[in-house]
């Protein structure tokens, strides 16, 4: 099926992408939000492809699937927020085990969310920092078999032409993937979850740079998202902390490998310098981090073992009001997995 050309950008269009980067697309985010929120949507669609945001969405409409694979690769995903620290443990899982991962230049960090046509990508949802509160990204798990299957051969036939080898297994590691964990099982009965966190107030404040969008906002969105990681839980999961893995490499991968069911590689390959030394750095965000009270009784850091003190005077007058929760967000309590 052809597909039409996207025109050229002109040099002008180059030098606003730069220049947006190079801000690191705070003032462009908000901007694009004005226009959802106001109903202008044919200026954000136009904002958008001025800004060459919709190239991901271009590449994957222009892919040519790969035929699959005699034997299809059983599916690990990864499920955890942006700056939770997805990407490292990827890596770190590629380097030590017998499993693939996805590599397409040009591809925020190499997720397959924007690698595939089956389910909608985090940007028309408010993208880091906001996805998690639309119904939009969760979708229904897929009961009827056939359309199960489509889907699923689909997601693999696009993903296929990405897989860094032929392995027995792929890893696949988009931040949406926290909210799609029961829709995702439904795809792939066979395969493994790995629900990944980091401390909420480290990543609410390492994303506010992106988002545009306050720390209580972020500190919500956190709690929603993990709610609903938390309300899919399943025998299928294992929980797995940025902190644990910081404090003990070894024995973290160790972990991992087991409930994954993972192939140590005869020779370890080498993960990119950038993740060589682990440390954790959530230190330098605690200290920014200013109390608040977000009048939750029982928030998802709180089952997932992140103390977040309020400030003094709540802690001292705890009352009986109910407290509101996120939009989408669940309440569950955590089952050994």
Known sequence: ???????????????????????GMGQVRRDLRLLLREGRHAEFTARMAQLGLQEQRDHRCLLQPLPL???????????????????????????????????????PENEGQFLQDVYPVEFPYGGPGLFAFSAGMRPAPVADEALA????????????GFATEPAPVLIEKSPPNITKIAYLRSLFPQARFVIWT??????????????????EQL???WHTAYSLALADLGPDCMLMSYEAFCEDPPLALARL???????????????????????????????????????????????LGYEVPAPPAVEAGDTDEAAPQAA?????SPTAG
């Open 257 to 303: 490998g087991d409930f994954l069911g993972l192939t140590l590689r005869r020779k370890h390959n080498q993960v990119p310098a950038r993740f060589r030394e682990v440390r954790n750095s959530n230190g330098k965000y605690l200290e920014q981090f200013p109390p608040m009270n977000l009048r939750l009784k029982l928030a998802a850091w709180d089952l």
């Open 198 to 215: 980091r401390d909420p107030r480290a990543v609410s404040l390492a994303t506010q740079k992106w988002s545009g969008t306050t720390l």
């Open 149 to 160: 299957q489509r889907q699923r051969e689909r997601l693999l036939e696009c993903w296929n």
């Open 69 to 107: 694979q005699a034997a299809a690769p059983r599916m690990v995903f990864i499920c955890g927020l942006h700056r939770s620290g997805t990407s490292m443990i990827e890596r770190y899982l590629t380097a030590k085990f017998e499993a693939a991962a996805l590599r397409a230049p040009g591809v």
């Open 219 to 221: 500190m919500m969105h």
């Open 1 to 23: 099926m052809s597909k039409q050309q996207a025109p050229a950008p002109t040099a002008a269009d180059r030098q606003e992408r730069r220049a947006a980067r190079k801000g």
């Open 328 to 332: 989408g967000a669940a309440s569950a």
